[in-house]
């Protein structure tokens, strides 16, 4: 039977772990038969993931605009087209606003904001038949965390940009969706969960009653950018009922 990405092409971006989202969403789009196009800034690490699955590999920082249209460019001028592309490139900082500095500020919007919508601006210049981009948000988007002024509210105003961009590519029949984490275990947050509360502290205000997996980003990012999904200018919650509570207390988690 043909996979449920058979024959699409599909660009990754922050994919040079094998312990990221973009690594297992790498693993499964292939799995479904996605012809793939594996980018992050370190060409050397996301080379030896896509080796593994047959994929193209690409190096590619988010706050460059002509490494972005370059990407996309590779996707067509190997594989002839451009059918899907994913964002998985972030930064993770924690400030108080009364702390926060102006450089912290830039690099967040560089990253989360600008990055994105320029990641939204070249994948779809490339899909001529329509599409689908899908962004990566974070429950800290919905919620009001403490801490990650700068992180939580370039996040939202991402989303913002995922809504007009569904509306402006909609014509096209290009989706444009978020995909909303929530703390999940991964090569960004290990060094989090290396403190003992903070894990049972997250459970404690899941409702599922365990934190999620790359595997469930994975599978979520497989139903966005696959022809199954009929949803545009929306935020998928990937946090077991997270966001229906709150954020743990910086008490209880252990700091």
């Known amino acids: 039977m043909a996979g449920r990405l058979e024959g699409k092409v599909i660009v990754i971006l922050g994919a040079s772990d094998e312990r990221s989202m973009g690594a297992a969403t790498a693993h499964r789009c292939a ?33 460059d605009e002509a490494q972005l249209a370059a990407l996309a460019d590779t996707a067509v001028a190997h594989y002839g087209k451009l059918d899907g592309a994913i964002n998985f490139a972030g930064i993770e900082t924690s400030s108080s606003i009364a702390d926060i500095s102006r450089e912290v500020l830039q690099q967040n919007c560089d990253v989360h904001l600008i990055g994105t919508t320029l990641f939204i601006k070249h994948m779809t210049a490339r899909m001529t038949d329509g599409g689908s981009v899908v962004t ?34 909609g014509g096209q029949n290009i989706r444009v969706n ?14 989090f969960l290396a ?28 139903w966005l950018l ?12 990937i946090s077991g009922g997270q966001t229906l509570r709150r954020i743990p207390t910086a008490t209880e988690m252990g700091f």
């Open 31 to 63: 799995a479904e038969g996605a012809k793939l196009v594996l980018a992050a800034r370190r060409l050397d690490k996301v080379q030896a993931i896509a080796d593994s699955i047959g994929a193209v590999a690409v190096g590619c920082d988010i706050t």
């Open 178 to 191: 978020s995909l909303s984490p929530g703390f999940t275990p991964s090569a960004m947050t290990e060094g």
């Open 195 to 222: 403190m003992p509360a903070i894990e049972q502290a997250f459970i404690n205000e899941i409702p599922l009653g365990k934190l999620p997996s790359t595997d469930d980003m994975a599978n979520a990012a497989l």
């Open 136 to 169: 990566t948000s974070s429950q800290t988007a919905l919620l009001a965390p403490p801490g990650l002024a700068a992180y939580a509210g370039t996040k939202s105003g991402a989303d913002h940009i995922v809504r007009i961009a569904a509306v402006e590519y």
């Open 226 to 237: 696959s022809d199954e999904c009929f949803m545009t200018g929306r935020l998928l919650d």
